[in-house]
Structure formats: C-alpha cells, structure tokens
C-alpha cells in the first residue's frame, strides 16, 4: 500500500501529557501537509513541510505545538502538555510538488487523539 | 484569509434524487478543489476546478465553477446510497477547507 500512513489510528493521553503523530507520505513525495478537524467543523489547515523545512505554519497554535519533517523517516506532528480542546482528528496529507502544483493531496486517514 | 461556506451543512435525500451542494468564497478563486469523506477515513480527491465556467463530470457527479469564480456547486444526479459522506471543497493550495456538507442517502 503505498499509500499516506499515519500512526497511530487513535491515541488517548491524559492533560498534561504529550502526544506525538507520525506521518509517512506517499512514496515519491516531498511535501507534508497537516490539519486538524474537530468534532462538527471542517478541516483546519496546520502546517505545511518540505523535507527538512517548515514553508507555513500559520494554522500552528503559537504553543505546544511543533511540526518536523526530517530528511529520513516520518514527518511528526507534536502537542505538548495536551488539554481537552486538543482532542481532535489529525490528518496529513502528502503531494509530489509544493503550493505551486495544481493536482490533488493525498490524504492519510487520520489520527484521533482523545484527551481524558 | 479566504473564507469557504458551504451550504446546506447537512441533506437527507431518497435514493435516486437529485442533489446540489454550494460552495461560496469570499474571495475569487484560482482553484478549487472538491473532496469527498466518509466518516472516519481521510479524504478522497473527486475534482479541480480552475476557470471560470469550467464543468467537469465523473460518473454522477458534476461540479461548476462559475464565471466570476467565487462560488462552485457540486450536484449528484441519481443519487445512491454510495454517495452518502461528507463532501467538502477546499480552495487551491488547499490552505482553506468549507466546514463540509454531510450527505445522507436513504435507500
């Protein structure tokens, strides 16, 4: 399957705890986008990494969270000390060029994280 | 920032009906994109649209642009339980999503 990957499917943390997702994009990709969509509302924009950069970040909340895509391995989307209104599905979705294309994303199907 | 609503937010229509959802920017587009999810899964690509009074059509599914590119509607011709998800549209670069229609086909 070569499709995007994400890991986990679900994660359950308590406050305070930190919660890490992982993204592996499309083999042959080299453009990492992630959103987030909460209960009842659309898909927000997050972040959008090259390999090794960070091209935007303006849908990044200012704190506690941080976005790599490194050059080997998954690109990870991190939340520190997580709070009920983190509780959300993640999604990351991959292309082949940058905002200059015109195709398609290709979406993973998500990570739900549930925060106790 | 650019804004999408879609309306209606959610429809519940018979099987073999006919349906039309809309997408409405606040500013012009230069490419919009429709996506179609079923509930817990990602999104799969369905269109994308680039100017202004392009129709494109796959299988049932038939979506516009309009001519000032601000708004693109999205109709499903005889419509099957198959199509039921949640159909959003999303601006090019795909920066900006609509809050999504959620589609209910009753067989």
């Given at each position: 399957n070569a499709g995007v990957m994400q890991n986990p499917r679900h994660l359950v943390r308590r406050r305070g705890q930190e919660a890490r997702l992982r993204c592996s994009p499309m083999k042959g990709h080299s453009h990492v986008y992630w959103y987030r969509q909460l209960p009842e509302e659309g898909l927000k924009f997050m972040v959008y990494l090259q390999k090794e950069n960070?091209?935007?970040?303006?849908?990044?909340?200012?704190?506690?969270f941080s976005a790599e895509f490194p050059k080997e391995g998954p690109s990870i989307l991190r939340i520190q000390q997580?709070?009920?209104?983190?509780s959300a599905a993640y999604f990351c979705a991959s292309s082949?060029?940058?905002?200059?294309?015109?195709g398609e994303l290709f979406f993973g199907e998500g990570s739900r994280l549930t925060v106790l | 920032s650019q804004e999408l609503e879609q309306s209606p937010q959610s429809l519940i229509v018979q099987e073999g009906k006919n349906l039309t959802i809309n997408c409405t920017s606040s500013k012009t587009l230069y490419g919009l994109y429709w996506y179609k999810q079923k509930y817990g899964e990602g999104l799969i690509f369905l269109m994308m649209l680039q100017k202004g009074g392009e129709e494109k059509s796959h299988e049932k599914i038939t979506a516009k642009l309009d001519e000032k590119k601000q708004q693109s509607s999205l109709h499903i011709t005889?419509?099957?339980?198959?199509?039921a998800g949640i159909y959003l549209c999303g601006s090019h670069w795909q920066l900006t999503f609509g809050s999504g229609t959620q589609l209910t086909v009753l067989p």
């Open positions: 960070i091209i935007d970040e303006s849908g990044m909340p200012k704190e506690r997580v709070v009920r209104g983190d082949p060029q940058g905002q200059s294309n015109t | 005889a419509s099957q339980p198959s199509h």
